[in-house]
């Protein structure tokens, strides 16, 4: 992030990217507002993703960060339209100087979640990763992947039951991954 101080003439006409602090889980409000308040471009990155639930498998979006979006902004004609938007708690500041944050940083960040602003994350099981079973005779059991089927949407997994390991076949709706294999590649499970 850079100082942004408006000395020339030339600085007081420009917008600049603001991180703008929300209430908690009113990320998509603030964006919303803001938007629809004029000459405000709103960047609210969020994730889509599969969690297990006692429902079984459910997709959930969440912001990226949590209590915070950014918007593009005059910060002089602009900023009092962002501070008392429905949603927002504050400007970002550092004592009176409100930083703005480059224009390369923001066009990295929007070329990586796309222009829906969603990036949607749906990790495939791997042969042997260790999978939670959703639903079903097998619900909350761990088994091991065996065999992946990605055109039939199914996995082979072993799993103890009974005293003895048992192949089962799954969809792959029906199982999360608990633990990663160490030969597999993940790109949630690993840097």
């Known amino acids: 992030m850079i100082n942004t101080e408006y000395s020339n003439e030339e600085g007081c006409n420009q917008s600049y990217w603001f991180c703008v602090q929300t209430r908690s889980k ?113 619900r909350d059991l761990l088994a091991v992947v065996q065999l992946v089927q990605p055109a039939r949407q199914r996995v082979r997994a072993l799993l103890e039951f009974l005293g003895r390991m048992t192949a089962v076949e799954l969809s792959i709706h029906n199982v999360t991954i608990e633990q990663c294999s160490p030969a597999a590649y993940h790109p949630l499970c690993r840097v």
């Open 26 to 138: 009113h990320e998509h409000i603030a964006a919303g507002c803001l938007a629809k308040a004029g000459r405000i471009e709103v960047f609210n990155p969020q994730m889509k993703f599969r969690r297990a639930t006692r429902r079984g498998s459910v997709w959930f979006t969440e912001s990226v960060f949590p209590r915070y979006i950014f918007a593009r902004f005059n910060l002089q004609t602009g900023l009092d339209t962002v501070r008392y938007s429905p949603g927002i708690t504050k400007v970002v500041q550092f004592n009176s100087v409100y930083p703005s944050v480059p224009d390369f940083q923001m066009n990295e960040l929007r070329a990586i979640f796309g222009d829906n602003n969603l990036l949607v994350f749906a990790p495939q099981p791997a042969i042997g990763d260790t999978v939670r079973i959703l639903s079903g005779a097998f």
